[in-house]
């Protein structure tokens, strides 16, 4: 019997229709801003029940597009969880904004509504939802907060795009959706990210925001002429990574469906083990499980934590946590007086979360050794 293979906690699925798909677009004559682009924008809006879709080089830039349609302004505060990937919230940063941070539910960690409004003032203009996992946060709530006090409201998707909540998909739950399309994610372009929206000046103020803040299209300027009417970036993505994200979207409601049964599979065997305990689910919702989170109970979690994290790495299981809260990275405390104790719910969860592994080319055999090693680590951990 040789060494066990590695296990990681995401991997991507490259098939050989990905491969046909990307080599047809290399050599079609459109490297970028090509048909491919617009086909992967329209297909990706309609399977999230949106009317627009706007595709850039990151998740992140998807983000920053957004605050940019919301005419975000220096002083400006917008709420944000601080269970997330730090470009949550540094997308409010970019614009000159204050992210402001409201703790979330200690079952779900999605944003707690409650905590949201409490944090609301005068210069609160928005809501970033991150729907952590890959679970949709409860958005009813969120949207009747934000029609009271007059804010927008953008969803984080970037662990969610498959899920829905009550029968409504992810992609329709706010003004305007984040995707990320990381190779660690359902589905990926290498690099790449979309935003989703209805509306159509958002749209329109996406666009121009991803290509330098000119108005015109590169393949609409046969003439000389354009105009620069803001300051903005070079986040275009390529007519090949369109290409491939075509090509991974047929796959992606399998993936999911996958990604769901082997949560099924970790739930049942954890549901009778001491020591750890799934995140909790909303009714609502159905998951699409970018993460499945363990956190460990007990006495001294960190030390636990690192105990058990440890020894999974040890036995080849590529674990992770997600995430260290963003208001306690140096950045932000520096910047925004951010500190321990504003967020006690996402702070004593962090301490126990661990991320295992999840990814649809998991065989059950896999799942299987993850259990037993999770089991096995409990059994270590509490004798030593
Ligand atoms: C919740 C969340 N938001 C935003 C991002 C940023 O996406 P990208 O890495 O594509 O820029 C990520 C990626 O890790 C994420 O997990």
Redesign the pocket.
């Known amino acids: 019997m040789g060494t066990p293979k590695n296990i990681p906690y995401g991997r991507q699925s490259i098939d050989e229709q990905d491969l046909k798909a990307v080599t047809d677009a290399l050599t079609s004559g459109w490297l970028t801003t090509g048909p491919k682009v617009a086909e992967f924008e329209q297909a990706v809006a309609r399977m999230s029940g949106a009317a627009h879709g706007v595709a850039v080089n ?3 830039a998807a ?1 920053h597009c957004a605050m940019y349609a919301f005419d975000l302004q220096k002083g400006d505060e917008v709420i944000v969880p601080p269970m ?2 730090a ?2 919230a540094n997308c409010v940063a970019y614009m000159g904004a204050t992210p402001v941070f409201a703790d979330v539910d200690p079952e779900t960690l999605l944003i707690d509504p409650a905590e949201v409004e409490k944090k609301i003032t005068p210069e609160t203009k928005g809501i970033i939802a ?1 729907d952590y996992a890959g679970q949709p946060c409860d958005y009813a709530a969120l949207r009747r907060i934000a029609d009271k006090h007059g804010l927008f409201l953008a969803a ?1 998707g ?2 969610s795009i498959g899920g829905s909540l009550n029968g409504e998909k992810v992609g329709s739950l706010a003004d305007i959706t984040l995707y ?3 190779p660690v994610k359902h589905m990926t372009t290498g ?1 790449g ?1 979309m935003a989703v929206t209805d509306n159509s000046e958002y749209d329109r103020r996406m666009r121009i925001f991803r290509n330098h803040g000119i108005t015109a299209d590169f393949r609409q300027r046969d003439g000389w002429f354009y105009e620069m009417q803001d300051l903005g970036f070079n986040y275009r993505i390529t007519d090949f990574q369109c290409a491939l994200g075509l090509s991974q979207l047929s796959r992606l409601p399998e993936w999911v469906a996958r990604r769901r049964e082997i949560a099924a599979m970790y739930d049942k065997e954890f549901a009778v083990l001491d020591g750890l305990s799934p995140l909790g689910k909303l009714k609502a919702a159905k998951h699409a499980y970018h993460l499945y989170v363990i956190n460990l109970e007990g006495e001294n979690r960190s030390d636990k934590r690192k105990a058990v994290f440890d020894y999974l790495r040890e036995h080849g299981l590529g674990v992770q946590v997600h995430y260290i809260p963003v208001h306690l990275h140096p950045y932000y405390k520096e910047t925004f007086g951010t500190h321990e104790g504003l967020c006690p719910v996402a702070e004593n969860a962090y301490d126990g979360l661990i991320s295992l592994p999840m990814f649809p080319l998991m065989k059950n055999e896999d799942v299987m050794r993850v259990v037993e090693t999770v089991k096995a680590a409990l059994t270590e951990v509490s004798v030593r």
């Open positions: 990151s998740g992140t983000l997330t990937f470009a949550s991150v984080d970037c662990h990320s399309f990381h690099e990210g």
